[in-house]
């Protein structure tokens, strides 16, 4: 079947650090892979996404690459800031609309 | 566009009472889908729709009821809430752009049952 899973949380990270966010999944055949961000109180919105092995997903300096080799899907960015403090969630879609499946998420707290 | 749009934002219930959690999407988006999102568990899928008339269950349809008689709405009915119902629920519709689907989300209802 069909599951993502991501790194926990909670990560707290300096302004200006590194981020990754490792993510891992299963699937059958040729899935999309998704990032979606969740601000406090917020829905869930796409970030970015990648639809076939080897694309690279982009988007607000943040960025991820499809490796089917490794089936994995790990979140950066380079250089984060305080405004960047939210929950991230790694998540795949089959052939359907319906067909989302999403990993627990990781929290990210980002201090100055 | 409004996108998606979810009322009430926040509820508070008796266990044993009914009630109705409504979503609305402008996009013309034929799929719809309801999500309860508990601490450490992610998204769990509860019930689905195809397109007007047609619905279907998720992994977690137990307790819910929804329905589908426009594009536009889709709405969650609690039959009898009980305190494990307490979670907050996420409408999202998808549609199909830049070879996949893509899955937008509403604001959410926070739900409390005592």
């Known amino acids: 079947g069909n599951s993502v899973t991501q790194m926990e949380g909670p990560v707290t990270l300096s302004e200006e650090a590194f981020l990754t966010i490792n993510c891992t999944y299963t699937a059958t055949g040729y899935p999309s892979l998704f990032w979606y961000v969740q601000y406090p109180g917020e829905g869930l919105q796409l970030l970015l996404k990648?639809?076939?092995?080897?694309d690279k997903g982009s988007n607000k300096g943040f960025e991820a690459t499809y490796r089917k080799e490794t089936t994995s899907f790990h979140l950066e960015k380079g250089s984060v800031q305080v405004s960047d403090s939210a929950v991230y969630f790694c998540a795949l879609s089959g052939n359907t609309g319906n067909q989302f499946y999403f990993g627990t998420g990781t929290s990210l707290t980002v201090i100055p | 566009n409004a996108g998606v749009t979810q009322t009430p934002k926040f509820q508070v219930l008796k266990t044993g009472q009914s009630m109705t959690l409504q979503c609305a999407q402008d996009?013309?988006?034929?799929?719809m889908s309801w999500y309860r999102q508990d601490p450490g568990m992610g998204l769990r899928l509860i019930h689905y729709s195809v397109g007007a008339g047609i619905t279907d269950q998720g992994e977690v349809p137990n307790g819910y009821n929804v329905s589908r008689s426009t594009t536009e709405d889709f709405p969650l009915r609690l039959l009898s809430a009980a305190p494990s119902q307490t979670s907050v629920y996420f409408c999202a519709s998808s549609y199909y752009v830049g070879a996949s689907y893509e899955q937008y989300f509403g604001p959410g209802t926070r739900l409390t049952v005592t």
């Open positions: 996009m013309n988006h034929e799929y």
């Open positions: 990648a639809t076939k092995a080897d």
